[in-house]
């Protein structure tokens, strides 16, 4: 009681315009107080009306009334401050202009703490005290406090809207009920509130199963756009050390062939030199005979002449120098060849490249000419291969044998007439096979050694289209789907691992139909497979 008491003392003494204890003290003729500074600025801006008004009780005053400090009252409220009694601010207690106000309260209004819905009502924690105490209200639904009860309210019989209107989708009063929305589909609002509750909760489900699903694509993008890092720094730290490599090997080829030219050089200088020293002898002694000859041209006497005369004469040749020409057209062949490597396979290092962009931004290939623009190169696995199978082609192409090809190994199709390629297949990438007489299955697998002696399409890790002479099907999972579509001895596959595709097509000449397509997530490197149903010469190709 005393601290309801103190309660009421600092309400008598709050100024409610500013909410503060009232600091010189001014009460109109209306009985209400308030601080003379908050009063009078509330005048001035009521000057221009020229009426002016009590704020907490509206009663108008003509003309501005004279008001004087309240001595008694300023005592009082410095007798309460001596007493201990804090200045009350805008607390808790009172209703701001965002808080849902008592309907209760008269003059300054307390902050509700709940709302009724059967009185339609909020209260403060003193005006709710019955509803607590007297069972009169023990079936009233007290809720947080909110500013919308008035819309619970029918606009037309001014009763509370407890029924829904399934009919029209509106919420209405009883009298509604028999009034215009007489049989319509009519429940309780409590009824169609469990009934909306009920969808709500399922749509949250839904909701929620969405987000997980959508989490973990993020999760996996996220492993994937790490994985992608991880591939591309490798790429980037291995090619660095290949072109490291060729450098310092071409560095080495090109100061051993300046040495071996400097040392030809020196060799074929000292040479000419040596041959140059020969000749100027050798002019030397030209000189002399050519003067002994000259001499001997004067002789008079016959038969002097003649028996004077050389029987011959010495002469000399230097060889052509073409060592040095030898090598620049060795040099100039080794150039060309290699501007040829590189003009010609660096294609292939842009393409396998390429596949991180293509992954992220091209679109999926619809023709035959497009799809070939992801053709690999898809070369067996011998030692997975079947000992009844025999690989040719460069590994390309496998035939069944009556006897065993391949020795034991333990990546080896022991029971299941198989074989895998060599490499993991890109991200994207196109292949095509063609079959031989009898039937084979085309298959897309994760290479794992518990699985070699498991047929393609046994489980959740490979999926496999058969293809006969009349017929297809599909496996995964040991679920076989029959498929429909042109006989061909030539099928296309095409892999899509970042958008988990995986298609299956007839080819016929130059017309591609499509037979089955698969919509998966694509958890571990993927691996081409091949499979032969009949036995002793059934061929399959990877073209």
Same mark, same amino acid.
């Given at each position: 009681?005393?601290?309801?008491?103190?309660?009421?003392?600092?309400?008598?003494?709050?100024?409610?315009?500013?909410?503060?204890?009232?600091?010189?003290?001014?009460?109109?003729?209306?009985?209400?107080?308030?601080?003379?500074?908050?009063?009078?600025?509330?005048?001035?801006?009521?000057?221009?009306?020229?009426?002016?008004?009590?704020?907490?009780?509206?009663?108008?005053?003509?003309?501005?009334?004279?008001?004087?400090?309240?001595?008694?009252?300023?005592?009082?409220?410095?007798?309460?401050?001596?007493?201990?009694?804090?200045?009350?601010?805008?607390?808790?207690?009172?209703?701001?202009?965002?808080?849902?106000?008592?309907?209760?309260?008269?003059?300054?209004k307390l902050r509700a703490c709940k709302s009724c819905l059967q009185c339609l009502i909020s209260y403060c924690e003193n005006h709710l005290q019955p509803h607590y105490e007297s069972p009169a209200f023990g079936k009233h639904k007290l809720v947080e406090p909110s500013k919308k009860l008035q819309e619970n309210i029918c606009s037309r019989h001014h009763e509370a809207m407890k029924m829904f209107c399934r009919t029209d989708q509106q919420c209405i009063c009883y009298l509604c009920s028999v009034d215009e929305h007489k049989g319509h589909d009519?429940?309780?609002?409590?009824?169609?509130?469990?009934?909306?509750?009920?969808?709500?909760?399922?749509?949250?489900?839904?909701?929620?199963?969405?987000?997980?699903?959508?989490?973990?694509?993020?999760?996996?993008?996220?492993?994937?756009?790490?994985?992608?890092?991880?591939?591309?720094?490798?790429?980037?730290?291995?090619?660095?050390?290949?072109?490291?490599?060729?450098?310092?090997?071409?560095?080495?080829?090109?100061?051993?062939?300046?040495?071996?030219?400097?040392?030809?050089?020196?060799?074929?200088?000292?040479?000419?030199?040596?041959?140059?020293?020969?000749?100027?002898?050798?002019?030397?002694?030209?000189?002399?005979?050519?003067?002994?000859?000259?001499?001997?041209?004067?002789?008079?006497?016959?038969?002097?002449?003649?028996?004077?005369?050389?029987?011959?004469?010495?002469?000399?040749?230097?060889?052509?120098?073409?060592?040095? /020409?030898?090598? %620049?057209?060795?040099?100039?062949? !080794?150039?060309? @060849?290699?501007? #040829?490597?590189?003009?010609?396979?660096? *294609?292939?290092?842009?393409?396998?490249?390429?596949?991180?962009?293509?992954?992220l931004s091209q679109p999926q290939p619809k023709t035959r000419a497009e799809f070939l623009k992801y053709s690999r190169q898809i070369t067996l696995d011998p030692n997975t291969a079947n000992t009844r199978f025999l690989l040719s082609e460069r590994n390309r192409k496998v035939t069944s044998t009556p006897g065993e090809s391949y020795p034991s190994h333990p990546d080896r199709f022991t029971t299941c007439q198989q074989v895998l390629s060599k490499e993991s297949l890109p991200g994207r990438c196109y292949w095509e096979v063609e079959k031989g007489?009898?039937?084979?299955?085309?298959?897309?697998?994760?290479?794992?050694?518990?699985?070699?002696?498991?047929?393609?399409? /046994?489980?959740? %890790?490979?999926?496999?289209?058969? !293809?006969?002479? @009349?017929?297809? #099907?599909?496996?995964?999972?040991?679920? *076989?789907?029959?498929?429909?579509?042109?006989?061909?001895?030539?099928?296309?596959?095409?892999?899509?691992?970042?958008?988990?595709?995986?298609?299956?097509?007839?080819?016929?000449?130059?017309?591609?139909?499509?037979?089955?397509?698969?919509?998966?997530?694509?958890?571990?490197?993927?691996?081409?497979?091949?499979?032969?149903?009949?036995?002793?010469?059934?061929?399959?190709?990877?073209?």
């Amino acid at each position: 009681m005393a601290q309801k008491g103190a309660q009421l003392d600092q309400d008598a003494i709050c100024c409610s315009i500013c909410l503060e204890v009232l600091k010189d003290p001014a009460t109109t003729s209306c009985g209400h107080s308030f601080c003379m500074n908050c009063i009078q600025t509330h005048w001035d801006e009521e000057d221009e009306e020229e009426a002016y008004s009590c704020p907490q009780c509206r009663q108008s005053f003509t003309p501005r009334p004279v008001l004087l400090k309240s001595i008694m009252l300023a005592d009082l409220v410095e007798g309460l401050k001596k007493t201990g009694l804090e200045e009350a601010p805008a607390d808790l207690c009172y209703a701001g202009a965002e808080d849902v106000a008592c309907d209760v309260c008269t003059g300054r209004k307390l902050r509700a703490c709940k709302s009724c819905l059967q009185c339609l009502i909020s209260y403060c924690e003193n005006h709710l005290q019955p509803h607590y105490e007297s069972p009169a209200f023990g079936k009233h639904k007290l809720v947080e406090p909110s500013k919308k009860l008035q819309e619970n309210i029918c606009s037309r019989h001014h009763e509370a809207m407890k029924m829904f209107c399934r009919t029209d989708q509106q919420c209405i009063c009883y009298l509604c009920s028999v009034d215009e929305h007489k049989g319509h589909d009519t429940v309780s609002a409590a009824a169609e509130r469990t009934e909306r509750q009920r969808e709500l909760e399922g749509s949250r489900q839904n909701i929620q199963k969405r987000i997980q699903v959508r989490e973990k694509m993020v999760e996996r993008l996220q492993q994937e756009v790490e994985a992608i890092d991880c591939s591309a720094d490798k790429a980037v730290e291995d090619s660095e050390k290949m072109f490291t490599e060729l450098m310092r090997l071409m560095e080495k080829r090109r100061s051993d062939v300046k040495q071996q030219v400097i040392s030809e050089q020196t060799i074929e200088v000292n040479r000419v030199i040596d041959l140059q020293e020969k000749l100027e002898q050798e002019i030397a002694e030209l000189k002399k005979r050519d003067a002994a000859l000259e001499l001997l041209s004067h002789t008079e006497d016959h038969t002097q002449f003649i028996q004077s005369y050389p029987s011959s004469t010495h002469s000399s040749s230097i060889l052509p120098l073409r060592y040095i /020409e030898d090598l %620049k057209a060795a040099l100039s062949k !080794f150039r060309d @060849k290699l501007l #040829d490597v590189l003009r010609d396979k660096w *294609t292939n290092v842009y393409l396998t490249v390429g596949d991180v962009d293509m992954l992220l931004s091209q679109p999926q290939p619809k023709t035959r000419a497009e799809f070939l623009k992801y053709s690999r190169q898809i070369t067996l696995d011998p030692n997975t291969a079947n000992t009844r199978f025999l690989l040719s082609e460069r590994n390309r192409k496998v035939t069944s044998t009556p006897g065993e090809s391949y020795p034991s190994h333990p990546d080896r199709f022991t029971t299941c007439q198989q074989v895998l390629s060599k490499e993991s297949l890109p991200g994207r990438c196109y292949w095509e096979v063609e079959k031989g007489v009898g039937g084979i299955a085309v298959a897309v697998a994760y290479k794992d050694n518990n699985t070699v002696n498991e047929q393609f399409g /046994e489980s959740e %890790k490979s999926w496999a289209l058969g !293809f006969y002479k @009349k017929c297809y #099907d599909f496996k995964y999972n040991t679920i *076989t789907t029959s498929v429909s579509g042109p006989q061909s001895s030539k099928v296309g596959v095409y892999l899509d691992q970042s958008a988990g595709i995986l298609s299956f097509c007839s080819i016929s000449e130059e017309t591609m139909t499509l037979l089955h397509r698969v919509q998966t997530t694509f958890t571990e490197p993927l691996y081409a497979g091949l499979r032969l149903y009949s036995p002793t010469g059934n061929t399959a190709e990877m073209l």
